[in-house]
Structure formats: structure tokens, C-alpha cells
């Protein structure tokens, strides 16, 4: 399910890139960097693809 959850949140990062979006807030959890726990691998890779998007 947290794969699946993640998908969802990566193809709503590249809708709205795609649309020309210019801010997005992602509201995470704590000590996501470590990623060594299931909700740091949830969100994660979400913010690494706002990081990378060229998005605010």
C-alpha cells in the first residue's frame, strides 16, 4: 500500500509540472531524510521529485 500511495502522490507532482504549477506544499513527516523507517520511504521520494521538478 505504501507503494502504491507514493505512486499516487509522483504522478500528481508531475500533473501539476505538466500544467505549470509553481509551488507545491507537501506536508511530511520528521527525520525524513534518514529514510530508514516506512513513512520516511513514503514520502521521500515525493519530495526528492518536488525537489528535482524545478517547482517552489
Do not use: C
Not at 500511495?5 to 500544467?19: D, F, G, Q
Not at 520528521?30 to 521529485?49: F, I, K, N, T
Request: cysteine-free.
Amino acid at each position: 500500500m505504501l507503494k502504491q500511495h507514493t505512486k499516487l502522490e509522483l504522478n500528481a507532482v508531475e500533473a501539476a509540472k505538466a500544467v505549470g504549477v509553481q509551488h507545491i506544499v507537501k506536508q511530511s513527516v520528521m527525520g525524513v531524510e534518514d529514510e530508514s523507517y516506512s513513512l520516511a520511504l513514503l514520502h521521500r521520494p515525493v519530495e526528492q521529485a518536488i525537489e528535482s521538478s524545478g517547482m517552489a
